[in-house]
């Protein structure tokens, strides 16, 4: 499967944006769908998650409440909504997909949409 992620831009502080992560290939219902972040000299650290009906999601403790992941299986694409942006949240932020929920092994990665996030 080919990954696309999208949706990254410069906000201030306090404000909102929507990632989008269309999928190609093989069936998009198959995989769980991730999202991941890494910010500048910091390892990619995970940030949400979303099994393949979507009736499942976890979140890193550092973005519960203030980001949704979601999926629609009909458009083959994931989102990951950001509210309260913080300037910690800035970052390139990749989405995965896998086929294990539940552990960090993902095996289909996109290449980045930057998040910058002003104070």
């Known amino acids: 499967v080919q990954l696309q992620a999208s949706g990254g831009g410069l906000v201030q502080a306090g404000g909102s944006l929507r990632l989008s992560c269309a999928a190609s290939?093989?069936?998009?219902?198959?995989?769980?769908m991730g999202w991941f972040r890494q910010a500048p000299g910091k390892e990619r650290e995970f940030v949400a998650a979303i099994n393949w009906s979507g009736d499942r999601t976890q979140y890193a403790n550092s973005v519960r409440g203030r980001f949704t992941v979601s999926r629609d299986n009909a458009k083959n694409t994931a989102f990951l909504q950001m509210n309260s942006l913080k300037p910690d949240d800035t970052a390139v932020y990749y989405c995965?997909?896998?086929?294990?929920?539940?552990?960090?092994?993902?095996?289909?990665w996109g290449q980045g949409t930057l998040v910058t996030v002003s104070s």
């Open positions: 995965a997909a896998g086929l294990q929920w539940g552990t960090l092994r993902y095996d289909y």
């Open positions: 290939g093989r069936a998009f219902n198959t995989y769980v």
